[in-house]
């Protein structure tokens, strides 16, 4: 079993390729949840539904967000309405989240709400939230503080980050079922999403970040920061507000506790020869995903160096 | 003032030629609310929305509800998800139910929902729900009871009927306005509406009834009976179901205690010259509304009648 923590576009395109490469009832995500608001009354999951539409083959290619081929009707006339209109719903979109409010209005758990969601659309992997507790990522900046979705699309991520928090984690407890996955995992692959903001809320989720500690499997990152910035998205910004190098020493601070092995772009090349923690391996590939073979090629390249060291780190024993 | 009660597809007909007939100003449709419901977690008022829609110069004309050349892209992934599909909702129609149900779970009235909503839309008619308490139209069949969207819609009204009974009406109120524009109207006009379902549930609200003894100006019903039966829909076998005849005498005998003239068509001349109800006119007029064109037509023939008999009955006094 492969067990993959992901949020965020560069989380969905690694998830893609992990579907071509592994089979998908021996995959299970583990994803954000902190990002998730209400919009229009409906409880939105952005992270849950990216990673429901990349394994249902139902992700838009163009976006990397929302359903492929979607049109935006319904929006656009929110928008004569007076409506909010800054977070942009599909028609086609707009089912899962209709969906999943009336399941939790009428009691289910986020969890089962996803489950339900995942098999009607034919997705066989497994797709677990962080939690079933509500948490929300807030961002802290000169302006106010704001939730995710009104930081990153409403505001275009382009305020200073005084700093993140993430409300209701501290009482949140882990999905059924993720504490069991890491434990009995092959692998945990952390993808390369933000680690602050994708990874960061399911870390904080108590449990989860000594499940890992604790996991007899190989724990692998694949770095989001390729040559001291971002490949897309403010987690340069991000993590520079928390206190971390935007370098993939900083990436490898952020994991230190549990991070047995780091995948870095080949342009760090020389950083990574810099960087020397015990106990962490460092490994360099071409880690830009442009198409669907870069995608499936990454995750093939991640599973072999998990599989590498599982299988030694059994010789030994 | 001109007022008009109103429900169903041929209720918006006739608004929808009354447009054409009155400045949107002069003009307030009282609109029943007993078919509203929830659907897809959903505050959906069917009659609200038609007559917004006809007024806003939306309404389909092929379907006689929902919106102009909307798709349906929500409704056809909701089915994947394997959630109800029975009620059609387009995309663009979904926005309307949003809106209306955000501000309802904020505390908003129906009336106030209804206002913004077509305010926004350019609607400058007054359009009043008959009231903002919960009623519902609940249809007895062999069956079982159901609500009238699941007997007129998802039943296709093919049971047979024993009852009719609007739930929550004897508590409650009309809508702010109602009971006023009655009694300041230059004619109340009952569109040719389902008398059982569309302009039943509007009469059992408390008050409005009483209010259409005491108008000062006449009411002016147009039967949605025409040579027996009905022009569209189940209102003959509701009537029959409720006790009355499907005839003109049935729609006179259903508005007995307050109509002063009833319009049938041209086919029931002879049963308008046997109809001897003291007080009741009858006018026999072309009532089919195929075209844009018969609609108008149709709205100024009433408003002739109405206006005359307003300026006979001021020659009187």
Known sequence: MIVVFTGGTGGAKFVEGLQRAVPGDQLTCIVNTGDDFKWWGLHISPDLDSITYALAGRLSPERGWGVRDDTFFCLQTMRELGEPSWFQVGDRDLAIHLARSRMLAEGKTLSEATAAITEKLGVNARIL?????????????????????EYFVKRRHQDQVKSVRFDGAAKAQPAPGVVDAIHSAHAVILAPSNPITS???????????????????????????VANSAVSGPAGALMAAQGYCVSIAGVAQVYADFLDILV???????AARELNRPGLRVHCEDTIMRTLDDKARLAQTVLALAYAHHGSASDRS
Chains 1, 2 share one sequence.
Do not use: H
Request: charged share 25%; hydrophobic share 40%.
């Open 264 to 270: 870095v772009d080949q342009r760090d090349a020389d």
């Open 129 to 149: 939230p962080m939690t079933d507790s509500p948490v929300e990522t807030r961002v802290e900046t000169p302006d106010g503080e704001f939730n995710f979705q």
């Open 199 to 225: 990874i960061g809320p399911i870390l904080a989720v108590p449990g989860i970040r000594e499940a890992l500690r604790a996991a007899p499997a190989d724990v692998l990152a694949i770095s989001p920061i």
